[in-house]
């Protein structure tokens, strides 16, 4: 079974929709025993940093996502969370990722929302059979700085992470359930991990 995390965040149906056209079953739930028995959890979202880390405090779903062995995917504001802190309300975060999460500077077109393709890609399980030249869909107005967990950077304004990977973590700041085939694929790469 897979998990999706639910809390103070927005994006959960679509993920789950997603899910389930892969032929895969899942639950959004935030009871911790559900989320711990998962073979697989996804951490989605869209959101602000701050409410949504009190949110996940109150329920202590911080303490188990940071507990949990198998493999755990962050999506968009999931891969944000994971990250040390967040200039988004001066926010601490789980600290997964040797990063911190930025605000884009002040542009004509912030936030980020569109297609993107990548600036590089390095070896993961979870990019097999991507390719640099493949587009996938943006919604945000923060990101991720590159850091040693950083498996693929996009470039939009300033070069920042993409897709993020640390032991049984991975993040992508892109919405693959919103990416078409791309998306797809990504997806069906966690999913068989």
Not at 105 to 134: C, M, Q, R, Y
Not at 153 to 171: G, L, R
Request: glycine fraction near 6%; proline fraction near 5%.
């Amino acid at each position: 079974m897979i998990a999706i995390i639910q809390y103070n965040a927005g994006n959960i149906r679509s993920v789950q929709n997603a899910i389930s056209r892969l032929g895969y079953k899942s639950i959004i739930t935030d009871n911790p025993e559900e989320i711990k028995k998962a073979d697989k959890v996804i951490f989605p979202g869209v959101g602000e940093a701050s409410s949504a880390m009190n949110y996940l405090k109150e329920r202590k779903l911080d303490e188990v996502i940071l507990s949990l062995k198998q493999p755990v995917l962050g999506i968009c504001l999931g891969l944000q969370l994971l990250c040390k802190s967040s200039e988004e309300g001066s926010t601490t975060c789980l600290g997964v990722f040797n990063t911190q999460t930025k605000q884009f500077p002040p542009k004509d077109k912030v936030p980020h929302i569109g297609w993107n393709n990548f600036s590089e890609l390095k070896v993961s399980p979870l990019l097999a059979g991507i390719n640099l030249t493949d587009d996938v869909y943006y919604v945000h107005g923060y990101y991720a700085e590159p850091c040693n967990e950083t498996v693929a950077t996009c470039n939009y304004i300033k070069e920042f992470s993409s897709v993020m990977q640390k032991d049984n973590f991975y993040a992508m700041q892109f919405h693959p359930e919103r990416s078409a085939s791309v998306g797809e694929q990504l997806l069906k790469n966690f999913l068989t991990l």
